[in-house]
């Protein structure tokens, strides 16, 4: 059963016809809208428990038709982990990372990705163009392989390294450019009319956010259908915080939460280097003004401005959050902190949502006895640059200092 009834603009909610490819409405992004009576008539939480564990095991609050129409690489569920020692760190009851890095890509970029290309090639859609700040490259180029459509990528030079090469290997034309996101975006813009591809970027078609709701949806059923009380997401673009937060309204609509209307804050996390939603949650704002000179280690993090920076903020006031930036200087140490004491393979995107939980529990503006999950949106064996180190070395032909090994 398909339960799709219509597009709608997140900006003043004009409705948009779903069975034709669109993009945007008055330059902002849209919302994939269900017929959810019909759904709650259909199905139970207790029958998704039965059905393998993937993302698409959610198929009535999907967006695909048939399932002749999936392009998968196996996007099992991610675990969600609970981190004791990381939790004594910052004297709390609680604490758990769903670990987004153990998706077919190595990021959270494969769940968005994996609909929006299933989506893309259903609607007849055999070539696509995106702007890429790091994973959503390479994931684009994989899914699109295969699903065996052409595809074009287009990053910024200092891109990470492991980023680049990805894209190339699973057969994208990948290009770099020298200026930031926006910039490689507008390249995709404007060869729209000469190269025939379709904008793939993020949030210019309706159908990433609904692959990244599943990790909201993941979460609920995790938790026994009871949501945490703080949720800390790394945002640059905001597809998954934006995903998130449509789910939990969405199973609230459906009357599957234990506690109605109980939703976790959603804490948007960004560096000091690149910080436009932060900004702009501090000025009360609710558009972001373009952040000048962007610049940090944490690459998914630098996107200078969203088009969906209305749909984050209005998610994170709704949810009673807020949008912090954290010590660009910090990021690299609060990584390899919860690496070495939970062994979780963490991206710096992550590594600073550890730093704005440190200043939040300083600032009591988290409890110790609250229950709280941070995303780690990608794998650290990703970022070769950040993860850079001298190690020790040992002469094989001088004896060993056994007691030195220990300092």
Request: aromatic content about 8%.
């Amino acid at each position: 059963m398909h339960y799709v009834t219509h597009l709608e603009s997140a900006l003043d909610g004009t409705r948009l016809d779903h069975n034709v490819p669109q993009t945007l409405h008055r330059d902002r992004p849209l919302w994939v809208r269900y017929d959810l009576e019909a759904i709650a008539r259909t199905v139970s939480p207790d029958q998704w428990k039965n059905r393998p564990q993937t993302l698409w095991r959610y198929r009535e609050l999907l967006p695909y038709r048939n399932e002749a129409d999936v392009v998968s690489l196996g996007e099992n569920c991610s675990p969600l982990l609970a981190c004791p020692r990381l939790a004594e760190t910052f004297q709390m009851d609680q604490l758990w990372v769903k670990d987004e890095s153990q998706l077919p890509t190595g990021s959270f970029k494969s769940r968005g990705l994996a609909m929006a290309i299933t989506m893309a090639r259903a609607l007849g859609i055999r070539r696509v163009a995106l702007p890429t700040a790091g994973n959503a490259g390479g994931a684009a180029a994989a899914y699109a392989a295969r699903a065996g459509m052409e595809c074009f990528v287009f990053m910024p030079e200092d891109t990470p390294v492991i980023n680049q090469y990805e894209c190339v290997l699973f057969g994208a034309r990948t290009f770099r450019v020298n200026g930031l996101i926006n910039d490689c975006g507008r390249i995709v813009r404007e060869g729209q009319a000469a190269m025939g591809w379709f904008d793939l970027s993020t949030l210019k078609e309706p159908y990433r956010i609904e692959g990244k709701k599943t990790m909201g949806l993941e979460l609920a059923e995790q938790m026994n259908w009871e949501l945490p009380d703080v949720i800390l997401y790394p945002t640059g673009g905001g597809t998954g915080l934006i995903g998130m937060w449509k789910a939990f309204q969405e199973l609230h609509a459906l009357g599957w939460l234990k506690i109605p209307g109980k939703f976790p804050r959603m804490i948007s996390v960004q560096s000091s280097g690149c910080a436009p939603i932060a900004t702009a949650f501090a000025r009360g704002e609710r558009f972001a003004t373009p952040f000048p000179n962007a610049q940090t280690l944490a690459s998914g993090l630098r996107v200078p401005v969203a088009i969906g920076d209305f749909m984050i903020l209005d998610a994170v006031r709704a949810s009673g959050g807020q949008a912090v930036a954290v010590d660009e200087r910090q990021i690299r140490d609060w990584m390899q902190l919860a690496m070495a004491r939970e062994g979780i393979s963490l991206c710096p995107e992550t590594g600073a949502c550890l730093g704005a939980l440190k200043e939040l529990r300083s600032q009591g503006a988290i409890r110790a006895d609250e229950r709280v999950v941070i995303f780690n949106t990608g794998a650290a064996q990703k970022y070769v640059e950040v993860m850079h180190t001298e190690l020790r070395r040992i002469d094989q032909h001088q004896p060993i200092d056994w007691e030195g090994l220990q300092g």
